[in-house]
């Protein structure tokens, strides 16, 4: 199970085979569609990729497909939008299109827009910086990154965590 919690405790799951729940109260319940990785921010940012690398947005009630491919997708809590292709190219999404970033990248967290971190696939860990670009982050072997609520959380290929504030 891939897990995505959200800054206000919004908590879903995708499984194995890309059916996605989403905990109501002591129950999960299934949301339609299907994805390979999901990203939440909050109850109103949330955002996945399918196998195909399409992109959708959840609308509250469904899914909407957005524009542009993706393998690896973040959302912040205040709806920043990041996406690794599969080439590892970086973009944002910025007043409805995609802004490509800076830098090569497997991984990207988002808490929200001063907070957004990536990994390559080295197992760098970088912060973006606005203008500056990316500033390299101590730590090395990161293969998974999330960041929420000043913490970001990555783990190595062997599944130890670690835990860093920001």
């Known amino acids: ?19 996605i729940y989403r905990r109501n109260g002591n129950a999960w319940t299934q949301v339609q569609g ?13 955002a996945c990729v399918n196998r195909d690398g399409n992109i959708f947005q959840w609308n509250g009630n469904g899914w909407t497909q957005l524009d542009g491919g993706a393998a690896h997708i973040g959302v912040g809590a205040d709806g920043d939008m990041w996406v690794v292709n ?7 999404r910025v007043n409805g299109k995609w802004v490509q970033r800076p830098g090569n990248a497997f991984k990207i967290a988002v808490s929200d827009k ?3 971190f990536a990994c390559n696939k080295a197992g760098n860990v970088f912060q973006w910086m606005g203008d500056a670009g990316w500033k390299e ?12 609520q000043g913490i970001i959380v990555a783990a190595n290929a062997q599944g130890k965590l670690y835990r860093f504030h920001y």
């Open 1 to 19: 199970m891939l897990p995505a919690v959200g800054s206000d405790g919004e908590f879903w799951v995708v499984n194995r085979d890309g059916h």
């Open 34 to 46: 299907g994805c390979a990785q999901l990203a939440i921010g909050s109850r109103q940012h949330i």
């Open 86 to 92: 599969r080439d590892g190219n970086i973009y944002q």
């Open 114 to 116: 001063n907070h957004v």
């Open 137 to 148: 982050l101590p730590g090395t072997g990161v293969a998974h990154i999330y960041a929420g």
